[in-house]
């Protein structure tokens, strides 16, 4: 017999938090995405709730068995921190990558120094 809290399907994949989490990173949208995501924590369960009300809506602009796996996903209140320190992790080696790409400044051999001194 199954009690309150047990599930009778099996988890879903966190693959699905990551493809979530890379696809905001690369939108440039951690900053709300976080501080969203953040504020819901509390009320997990309740949000995705929701998520499933509004789905009928939804679902006409987005995949719908993507968008029931994400409502399924944010019931769990560790799924949601999951999620946050993804979209974190992802955005940290993005900006890490840009500081590789980015040309390092040479010295250039009129410095203001120089300038300051000729004038």
Sequence with gaps: MLGFNEKT????DPVILTRIAEKIVKRGMTVPAV??????????FI????????????TAFVRAETYYELSE???????VEFLVSEIERLDAAEKGSETDR??????????SSETHAQK
């Design 73 to 79: 996903l944010l019931e769990d209140y560790h799924n």
């Design 35 to 44: 501080f969203a995501l953040e504020m819901m924590k509390p009320l997990s």
């Design 47 to 58: 949000s995705s709730q929701a998520m499933v009300f509004f789905g009928p809506i939804l």
């Design 9 to 12: 399907s099996a988890a879903p």
């Design 102 to 111: 980015m040309p390092a400044e040479s010295e250039h051999p009129s410095s």
